[in-house]
């Protein structure tokens, strides 16, 4: 079974900072998707990036970047210039491609990270 | 498109008590989800559909618990006696054919308080 781990309960930034948050994954899969999610206090889900395993370079969107390492199973999410709006929980998610065996379309999470932005 | 319509927002009912959160996804997915999310679980998928079909549901914790999804735009989840241990935020979540690197679109969930 596929596993995220997300090593840091609580991260705190200053306002216009970068911080990056940590998540690691196992698997044995080759064919993947993995994402961060931002859940604010509305406790509305919201996708900031997705990475496809097969794609080599690392996701970009605006202030967002990821850092995909897949033999090392990690993928860190970087936010630049932090603004208030991004204090939320922070969710790493997995889930297998459809070259991979099995039905499963389903999200594996993390436990979350949860940042606060401090002006 | 409205995106995904999860009812109601907020629940409380007493112990023993029948309860059903409603759920309407996208139109043109063929995928729903059902999440709960408490605190010392996080995240964890109960039930999933696929063309309204159920595909896993290892997820749902006990007999107590049902889903159901009779057409593609509405899906149920009950609970049936409730228990205070139930008290959670459900997510329902839905996902298309076309991409699945798009991820999941969820609903704005239904907190849930069993008293």
């Known amino acids: 079974a596929q596993t995220v781990t997300q090593s840091q309960p609580e991260m705190s930034v200053q306002e216009a900072e970068t911080v990056t948050l940590s998540c690691t994954y196992d698997?044995?899969?080759?064919?993947?998707?993995l994402f961060w999610y931002k859940q604010p206090p509305s406790r509305q889900m919201i996708l900031v990036i997705r990475?496809?395993?097969?794609?080599?370079q690392n996701a970009t969107e605006n202030r967002f970047s990821v850092n995909f390492q897949k033999a090392a199973k990690s993928f860190s999410l970087k936010i630049s210039d932090s603004q208030l709006g991004d204090a939320a929980m922070y969710f790493c998610a997995y889930r297998r491609g459809r070259l991979s065996s099995g039905s499963a379309r389903q999200l594996t999470f993390g436990s979350g990270t949860q940042l606060t932005v401090l002006p | 498109d409205a995106g995904v319509i999860q009812s109601p927002r907020h629940e409380v009912t007493e112990m023993g008590q029948e309860v059903t959160l409603r759920c309407k996804p996208i139109s043109g997915h063929n995928s729903l989800f059902w999440y709960r999310q408490t605190m010392m679980r996080g995240l964890e998928l109960l039930i999933y559909f696929n063309n309204n079909v159920p595909i896993d549901d290892s997820g749902m914790p006990e007999d107590r618990f049902s889903a159901k999804m009779p057409n593609a735009s509405f899906s149920t989840l009950k609970i049936q006696p409730s228990e205070p241990r139930d008290s959670a935020v459900y997510f329902c979540?839905?996902?298309?054919?076309?991409?699945?690197?798009?991820?999941?679109?969820f609903g704005s969930g239904t907190r849930l308080t069993v008293v």
């Open positions: 979540a839905s996902s298309g054919t076309g991409a699945p690197s798009y991820g999941y679109t």
């Open positions: 990475q496809e395993a097969y794609k080599q």
């Open positions: 698997t044995s899969e080759s064919d993947y998707y």
